[in-house]
């Protein structure tokens, strides 16, 4: 049985977010064997003691940085990306703070770390050759964790905008992926402290990538250098069902880039 679409999610310009793609991680081609998930154990601190500057605005109260930190159950975890909790949260009357959904839906943390990881890595871990032998069981692999009524908009408020399935938005990134005979290696890194809700559960984190080989003349990313980015990663939220924790959209955290429609 199909679901119901839940959201909107606006690429802005495709372009932007397939460049985005061939920046995270590689899959790595000639084994066929995806990345395992990336994030440090609970209860041990990362392998970067926090910034000074970062702690005196944690405890001093200022606005920005501090703000958000104080919204959840930071406690040392992935000092090395500050940035993720930086960046504001999306909030809506629906929001509900990382501290408080923690408290909550504790058990069910890995949960949706691990769905929203394996959806990321599926999908930036890639190798044309791979692709091409078998590009829908690739699109098929990447939507196991995604939902396939999902809308999302392109080119958003423009004359071309163009709204389709999330499925039909990954099988043009694997085109793009061919076409440019794109390999990437890419690792997903979140924390129990980066999972809220706002309507939709998100999953915030690090997506750490290489891109080793790509024809792409116009991508911001060159070949052979690793990049970081903040991701979302937007997930159904049934609390009447638990086990649904499937991915509705994904974009740049804090990019105001998921359109919401409940």
């Known amino acids: 049985m199909r679901r119901r679409k839940l959201s909107k999610f606006n690429t802005r310009r495709l372009s932007t977010i397939?460049?985005?793609?061939?920046?995270?991680?590689?899959?790595?081609?000639?084994?066929?064997?995806?990345?395992?998930?990336?994030?440090?154990?609970?209860?041990?601190?990362?392998?970067?003691?926090?910034?000074?500057?970062?702690?005196?605005?944690?405890?001093?109260?200022?606005?920005?940085?501090?703000?958000?930190?104080?919204?959840?159950?930071?406690?040392?975890?992935?000092?090395?990306?500050?940035?993720?909790?930086?960046?504001?949260?999306?909030?809506?009357?629906?929001?509900?703070?990382?501290?408080?959904?923690?408290?909550?839906?504790?058990?069910?943390?890995?949960?949706?770390?691990?769905?929203?990881?394996?959806?990321?890595?599926t999908l930036f871990n890639v190798d044309f050759r791979d692709i091409a032998a078998d590009q829908m069981g690739f699109v098929s692999d990447v939507m196991q964790n995604g939902d396939y009524e999902t809308y999302i908009t392109r080119d958003f408020g423009a004359e071309n905008e163009k709204t389709m399935y999330l499925y039909d938005y990954i099988e043009d990134l694997s085109e793009y992926f061919i076409e440019n005979q794109v390999q990437m290696e890419s690792k997903f890194y979140t924390d129990d402290s980066l999972v809220y809700n706002d309507f939709y559960t998100f999953v915030r984190g690090e997506l750490v990538f290489t891109i080793y080989s790509s024809e792409d003349k116009t991508s911001e990313y060159k070949v052979g250098e690793k990049y970081q980015l903040p991701i979302e990663v937007a997930m159904q939220r049934s609390p009447s069902n638990p086990s649904n924790r499937t991915v509705t959209s994904f974009g740049k955290a804090g990019d105001n880039t998921f359109y919401l429609t409940p």
């Open 18 to 121: 397939i460049p985005l793609c061939a920046v995270i991680v590689a899959v790595s081609a000639v084994t066929g064997v995806y990345l395992t998930i990336g994030r440090p154990d609970k209860g041990t601190k990362g392998s970067d003691e926090i910034s000074e500057s970062f702690v005196a605005t944690k405890e001093s109260g200022d606005s920005g940085k501090a703000n958000y930190i104080a919204e959840t159950n930071y406690k040392g975890h992935l000092s090395q990306y500050s940035e993720l909790y930086e960046i504001p949260f999306k909030k809506t009357d629906s929001y509900i703070t990382n501290k408080q959904f923690s408290k909550e839906h504790y058990d069910t943390l890995d949960e949706y770390e691990s769905d929203a990881t394996a959806f990321i890595e």
